[in-house]
């Protein structure tokens, strides 16, 4: 099987208001409306139209381009209210032609993505002092009433007809699988027994009953809805912390050069190997000459290292995703001068109370979060000149592994910064630190309490590293681990490394991409969804669907 | 498809130690000493051997009848030594032959046990006072070292050639599924990274290195090995507060009447419905005449109500799944005597320092989680003449719904006990009102405070019971629910159900049923796996596997 010659499209994020074709981005002092309005034509693909604001990656692609910029470039917007252009429609969910012509692969990445970004909504509302309202102004079904679950309060139109629904399993066989049976039970605390009856009827819950069952917030008549709307997110506004005005900080495009065999940013590279399914990530860390005062970072905007950093990062690790299913092993290096880090790292810390500091560490961690998701195998390389110090250790903390070089011709360091000692904090609550401490919890202060630099021993002691290879074992240890990997099977790696990397406490978001997706997953390969008379593929057609009913 | 025609083996649960043909049970004071010593030629099926302690299904049964036993039988046992009697073998772990020709509903239910029983395992360590010391005397493979996981100390012997070892990832395309993942890092709190090699190595890890890594407690030389292991089970069994002497308490055999359409039980009747694809399950409630005094219960020993009723339920529901596959809804029902019911529940907390009594609590929370964990819907019926009263009310609690008739002609009501505030917790360490009313804890409280029974429109109004029909509604509601769920595809209700059951906090314990079990699920349907070139079908055979590379 040449399974290296499988095409696919090729998906940019590179995206910007001013040519979304899906939403419209308004600003009304400090609050912003992000407006659903999807172009049935404009799909990723031509083989499906997308009708009543169903939607696919592109869409949210858009999605979450708008809350990012928000963010960064709207200090001012203290609350978002997330609605519909399309009369009496807000949103009904993922397009399921687009679900049905997928690949596995592609179905679970477009799942995985439109997580993150649902995870970001409900990022923004915990740390940026944005808050969420969704204001459903039609029917709200599926992934629709998903991304209403992730905003902070729901409100929705009462004209006898809008209603919320999950309809995945009872017409289509599947799961709301991007955070609905989770976030209907654990952060609406729906009952399980009403939530269980939600689940299965196709038609949804509307008026009344939806608010007594905690699955909207109110119901407003027609004639009030917009009046009540706009009063609550002004009320919303009046709660953050954000500045009062801007100036915000301009995205702009990362524009990086793309060729067959790799990607090129300013501060990230990505090496692709496809006959071995290997790639190379490599992250060059800040230069001379960085700032040093908060007004020195604003005026840099997006050029200040961190950002443009992890912004590439953040780039490369979905194109990998997306667009080189078949990379298995990604071989992780930095470069570039440990000192220069760490300064960076206390010139943040120092100033977290300024808003752009603040959204550029939770950005930092958001793309840290990524890399942990990602279903790919991370292999950190330490060896000398790299840059495997505060910030960027935590690629080192998030592979799967790391080997540093121990060659006493050449010095190896790596160094810890108190940016790994709270902010950075993986998708259980805890710190990479904690989550790899788990068992002597005491040495995650021992470790950043240390002045000054780890050599490959003294790594290798505190358990910071995996293993330190000498100069003759180093070029035989490193290849066999990598070819041996490239070896086993994709899918048990997949399942094996989302049970290693998250040890520790359960949150909601480990919830959603532990239980719920891998729940998902098994359904998204089963006849009974996508067999030739699953309930997917019969989705649309004369033909009911025929299922094997045996129960496991 | 003419699902309804699967024929499956028939399997029993009814075992007991003088015919166990895999297990060596022996006693030594407060010592017991469970040993595999598995009958190649005796498995569950004649299409596989059953080498190097390698285990099926009817393996697990008799070792999860041992620790019934030893809980029950053997109150003056303190500390169990699980070891094999197989020179140089501890055990190779899961049969691979068995699992290639199981279906996948096999494959997820076999699963499922083995999980159940080694938890049940550390749910008498950590309630029974009954410690665990797994004594790897050989190789120690897999699900062999899972079964020592779930013990509460490990010591492997130091040969030079024992080591534990998780090969299931490298040589099988499949994970540790049977909790082996997630106690490595969240029970033994290996570190992640060294779990990632530990999991990817078929060879697996030994002597000192073993114990670095924390995978096992100790190692010891062939010469000390056995004394070690007697006097750390010595030192264990000195910790328990189980009564120094007997007598126990014998479980004789349930012997159920079993024909085509059910299985009657003295307390449990299952009555299966394949056309409709239902089944109904009856409990009947304790009848006059209980036992008013500890040494009364005693005397009845396993005909007391408590544990003769939740063995009968334990068996049914065990049946169930492995035996009637295609049934996919349950509904619950029960009769009797509130009063009654009532009154044995007071008696039991009365008596919670008895140890049997104490065993007897313990079950009946493991029964119940049973019911929690079946993949089948669960909807309780509660009609005049019911006995949903508190331990059995527990069964509404853990039905995915109820309906209460309500009829002013004939009167019906349900009512809690204490037993429904705190004995009897889910996986989610949660107890069921808990679960149910998230978001309104104090609401908890107040239908505990309650003195006397609920009738419909109070048990509504608690939140209690999911609907309350009158008596016009009342067959056509119950029969269009039972009706419309039968309808769905059961892949996807059992992944509903599956997150809508457990909300709340995450244990160890939902981390393996959610998230571990769930991509084993999922490998175990990919090609990668169990394809016509999967690792699975290729193991034992002289062809190599070959993968569908695309990392998803």
Known sequence: MDATKAALPQVSFDTAPDRYRHWKLTFDGPVATLSMDVQEDAGLSPDYKLKLNSYDLGVDIELADAIQRIRFEHPEVHAVVVTSLKERVFCAGANIFMLRGSSHAWKVNFCKFTNETRLAIEDASAHSGIKFLAALNGICAGGGY??????????????????????????????????????????????RDLADVFGTVAEGVKGKRAVEWRLVDAVYPTSQFKQRVAVRAQELAAMSDRPASGPGITLTPLAPTVTDTGITYS????????????????????????????????????????LRAFRELDDALLRLRLNDPLIGTVVVRTRGDQGAMIAIDELLLANQDDWFVREIVHFVKRTLKRMDLTSR?????????????????????????????????????????????GLLKMSNGL?????????????????????????????????????????????D?????????????????????ANLRFAGPETMETKIFGRLTAWQNWIFIRPNAVGAKGALTAYGSQSRPEFDFNRT
Chains 1, 2 share one sequence.
Not at 160 to 165: F, I
């Open 431 to 475: 710190t990479r630190l904690e989550t790899r401490f788990l068992a002597e919890p005491e040495q995650v202060d021992r470790v950043l309490e240390r002045d000054g630099p780890f050599d490959p021993q003294a790594a290798l002691d505190a358990g910071l590293v995996s293993f330190a290879p000498d100069e003759l074992d180093w070029d």
């Open 146 to 191: 998903e991304l209403a679950l992730a905003c902070d309060e729901i409100f929705l139109v009462d004209d006898g007809n809008s209603a919320v629904s999950l309809p995945e399993t009872p017409l289509l066989g599947v799961l709301p699988g991007t955070g609905g049976l989770t976030r209907v039970v654990d952060k609406r605390k729906v009952r």
């Open 377 to 421: 195998s991370f292999f950190a390389l330490i060896e000398p000149g790299s840059c495997f110090a505060g910030t960027l250790f935590e690629l080192a903390l998030a592979a799967d592994r790391s080997y540093m070089l121990d060659d006493p011709d050449a010095a190896n360091t790596i160094a810890l910064s108190k940016m790994n000692g």
């Open 477 to 497: 240890e490193v290849r066999l681990a990598i070819e041996s990997r490239a070896a086993l099977s994709p899918d048990a790696l997949t399942g094996m490394e």
């Open 267 to 306: 501060a990230v590279t990505l090496e692709i190997d496809r006959d071995k399914r290997v790639a190379t990530l490599t992250v060059t860390g800040p230069g001379p000459g960085q700032p040093d005062t908060v007004e020195a970072i604003h005026a840099l905007g997006d050029r200040f290292w961190p």
